[in-house]
Structure formats: structure tokens, C-alpha cells
């Protein structure tokens, strides 16, 4: 069965919205570390605030420890198939109990409560870079926000 | 509803097999370069050819470069709430179209042939940590592979 054609990129934008703003969304998160070059990888539920991703974490995690030290990490949302990966840095640490709108944003669209947990954070990260892609046809046209910009 | 009681050991292992040599599998690859901390994340194909994974890739990517620099990836395969995380250690490097029973065991599981393709690398990478969890109940007891050895 041939694959179904590429996308529009504005498509592709709505697309990737409603994948980054759906109930209970979970995100790969990819960090590096800052001494041993060494990557890292884990799961977390997300939250998409005010054009940024929202993420809640413990503050001693391996990621939060390296995005603390580098100031960046790459996302990845959908399955392998129907991907969004986002470049982003890091615009703001939060406390979890003191984290106002973006805390309460983040239990409605995440539908999971860590504003009570001791020694979790709330990062809020900024997208630099967003690609969408299914299929190897989508590998053209994939960059759909180049430096925090939306293209198109 | 309440979640599944968490699976032993024993069937962590069974489970991640099962998804390491199935058909079309795809993984996520994170690297990171050696240079500028940047974490780099991607989709691959991936065969399991003798308690190892082999992934298929160019050899100019971002992925290829990171791990050719910091001999090191970190990989998952399963959706978010049923995940196989692998810390890997680059373990041999293969041009396509010389990869002899490893190319041919990458084309069965991947059901893709990049043997002829230019410029394209099988990279064989031996895990070093597994990790198997599905939801917050199996955190505890999900490494089921440490300095290589199966655990238990």
C-alpha cells in the first residue's frame, strides 16, 4: 500500500497543536549531560502552555540535573510514525508549589497533581526548533518553526 | 481502575524480548554531542541480533557522528506506558553493503535493506543497562539488565 501523501506544513502544524494540547500527552525527553557526554531518555507527561511545553519533574533527576546544567533538551511526541520533536531551552524553573497558572495548566491538560510533591519542579521550555514527520515522504518540509519561529 | 500489579522479573525480560524482535520495530536513539552538550533524538529501525541491537543509519547524521565521538547512545522502544530503555555501548561499526549475517539479520527483523544504499553504517551496539516498566507500580525493580548481565 503506497504511504498517503505528505502534508502541507500547515497541516502539519495543526496536526503537531493537537498532538502537543491532548489530555494526559506523554513526551520523550532527551538530555545530555554537561561532564560525560553522555545521553539521557526518559518519558514524562507534558503540558503545552502559551506556545511552550511544560514538564514536571524532581529536582535531583538526571534530566532536571542536566537541563539545570545545559540549558537544553529535544523532545519527542506521538509514536515513531507520526513524530514531533521539538528543540527547545529552558525559560523558566519553577517550584511545584509555587508554580501559579503554569502549575494549574499543566494538572488540567496532564491530568496528574505533583504540586504537593516535595522536591518536584515545573521547567517550562521554550521551542526553538519544531519537526513533524510520518512516513520517509515527510522527511521534506519537516522544519515547522525554525529560531521560535512558526514557517509559513 | 487500578493498575496491573507490577510483572516480575522474569516476565520483564520475556516482554522486552518479545518487543526487541518484533517485526518493524522501531526505536528512539538519543546521543549526545561531544562538543556542545546538545542532546540529538531520533526514530531508527531496529534488529535484535544476538543480545544486541543494530540500527541502520548514514554515517554523516547527527546520530552516527554523536555516537562514533562518545562511543555511547541510550535507547527506548515500546510506547511511553510500556517502555524498554537501553543504555548501549557502540560495539562495531559496519559499512551496508559489508555487514555480512548482521546486515542479513537487520533486513529480516526490519523488513527495510539499506545494504545498498551509500554512505549508510549498520552500527552494532551492546547493552549495558535495560530498563522495563509500564506504569508509576514498576519503577521499583525495572532494571532487569546491569553491566551487561541479565539480572535474576
Keep these: 500500500m503506497p504511504p498517503d501523501p505528505p502534508r502541507s506544513g500547515a497541516q502539519r502544524r495543526a496536526d503537531a497543536l493537537a498532538q502537543l494540547t491532548?489530555?494526559?500527552?506523554?513526551v520523550w525527553v532527551a538530555t545530555?549531560?554537561?561532564?560525560?557526554?553522555?545521553?539521557?531518555?526518559?518519558?514524562?507527561?507534558?503540558a503545552w502552555v502559551d506556545e511552550q511545553v511544560v514538564i514536571a519533574l524532581e529536582a535531583t533527576s538526571v534530566t532536571a540535573r542536566n537541563i539545570a546544567a545545559t540549558g537544553r533538551a529535544r523532545l519527542a511526541v506521538g509514536p515513531t510514525r507520526d513524530?514531533?520533536?521539538?528543540?527547545?531551552?529552558l525559560a523558566?524553573?519553577?517550584?511545584?508549589?509555587?508554580?501559579?497558572?503554569v502549575g494549574q495548566a499543566y494538572v488540567r491538560q496532564a491530568e496528574w497533581d505533583p504540586r504537593q510533591s516535595d522536591g518536584y519542579l515545573f521547567l517550562v521550555l521554550?521551542?526553538?526548533?519544531?519537526?513533524?514527520?510520518?512516513?520517509?515522504?515527510?522527511?521534506?518540509?519537516?522544519?515547522?518553526?525554525?529560531?521560535?519561529?512558526?514557517?509559513?
Tied chains: 1, 2.
Design 22 to 26: 491532548a489530555p494526559h500527552q506523554d
Design 32 to 46: 545530555a549531560s554537561p561532564d560525560a557526554d553522555a545521553p539521557h531518555l526518559v518519558p514524562l507527561s507534558l
Design 83 to 89: 513524530v514531533v520533536v521539538i528543540d527547545a531551552h
Design 92 to 101: 523558566q524553573s519553577l517550584p511545584a508549589a509555587d508554580a501559579g497558572e
Design 126 to 152: 521554550a521551542p526553538r526548533r519544531i519537526q513533524a514527520w510520518r512516513e520517509a515522504n515527510e522527511i521534506v518540509g519537516r522544519t515547522i518553526m525554525r529560531d521560535g519561529a512558526w514557517l509559513g
